[in-house]
């Protein structure tokens, strides 16, 4: 009996459906925009107001530009304002890629990856990218991580291009770039992740990164590092070590294992390494923002992940002078 080939591909989420069509068509790619930020009921960004309408030509089709008038402020708006997508000329099914594609590769993708596939300039792809990983990063003030936290840090080295033919006059340069930049994170035992850069790694730098980051009564899991030695009286939830120059990775519950697993398999094995090759300082954090959302959206398929990082996208707002 011939198996019923009917049902091939339904398994798929609504958002994973519509997302191939967004990526194809521009006026497709609006309108899922506009679905997934407003849902039925357009309202003004500019002041709020729920009397819009949607401005359309003398043949009665939708506006080139995708217009919408406000009946309350009296101007006109797209799905862009407030976003990051404003002030921005790349077609939002070209977003939409980039949004889809930073959240199904789980090592990331490049900016050289988007200018192939898009025919966007490299400019414009890394502009693209680092709005994204901005819109990744969208909560400046997530809850406090609570019971038993992990903490840790690791060192990011960046790599020069072309480091044998660089001349005299960029040896400082070069030598900035072989210096090691410090990434800070803590995680809660099957929770979420939290992490930065820091210029260095100091018990002040520290204790203000878990002051800010964990409740006062979680109890912190590190390794035997100097660094974390102040946590022993001050901290009242406790602190709790192992011994890793000893062979020690873990005394009952008390590990730092998942963190760890964060900065090798998601951050830097993964990602940094893998797949960018070379970061410089001044963008390091966008990159930690995105592994971070990642590995915070874990449980998540694919669909739903876009989902969250383009929902994510409003209100944010990044300005550069890398223009499309």
């Keep these: 009996m011939a198996r019923d080939q009917g049902k091939v591909g339904e398994q798929k989420s609504e958002i994973l459906q519509a997302i191939p069509a967004a990526c194809a068509d521009e006026t497709a790619a609006v309108e899922f925009i506009e679905r997934l930020r407003w849902g039925n009921e357009p309202w003004c960004p500019r002041c709020g107001d729920l009397n819009a309408r949607q401005m359309q030509d003398r043949q009665g089709n939708r506006n080139a530009r995708y217009l919408w008038r406000c009946h309350g402020c009296k101007k ?36 050289l990856q988007i200018q192939r596939e ?34 840790d840090e690791t060192y990011v080295r960046g790599k020069p291009r072309h480091k044998k033919r660089m001349s005299e006059r960029y040896s400082a340069r070069r030598e900035e770039w072989s210096k090691k930049t410090p990434v800070f994170a803590v995680v809660e035992r099957n929770g979420n992740v939290r992490a930065r850069p820091m210029e260095r790694v100091t018990s002040q730098t520290v204790g203000a990164a878990l002051a800010e980051w964990i409740e006062p009564s979680a109890e ?31 005394r009952g519950p008390v590990t730092t294992n998942s963190v760890e697993g964060f900065f090798s398999l998601f951050l830097l094995k993964r990602g940094l390494y893998g797949t960018f090759h070379s970061v410089s300082k001044k963008h390091l954090h966008r990159y930690v ?28 707002q990044l300005r550069s002078r890398i223009r499309p």
Excluded at 78 to 84: A, C, D, L, P
Excluded at 290 to 309: M, Q
């Design 76 to 111: 006109q708006f797209t799905v862009r304002i407030g976003t990051i997508f404003e002030d921005s000329r790349i077609p939002l099914r070209i977003w939409c890629h980039g949004f889809w594609r930073a959240c199904s590769s789980k090592k990331g993708v490049s900016a």
């Design 118 to 151: 898009t025919g966007l300039s490299y400019k414009s792809a890394l502009f693209l990218m680092h709005r994204i990983r901005f819109a990744m990063g969208a909560d400046p003030r997530p809850p406090k991580r609570s019971g038993a936290v992990q903490a």
């Design 289 to 316: 923002d995105e592994f971070a959302f990642k590995y915070n959206t874990r449980g998540l398929d694919d669909g739903e992940r876009a989902l969250v990082a383009i929902r994510s996208a409003e209100g944010r």
């Design 220 to 250: 912190i899991h590190t390794d035997e590092s100097r660094v974390y030695h102040f946590l022993g009286k001050p901290w009242p939830g406790g602190h709790q070590s192992v011994n890793h120059s000893a062979g020690e990775y873990a």
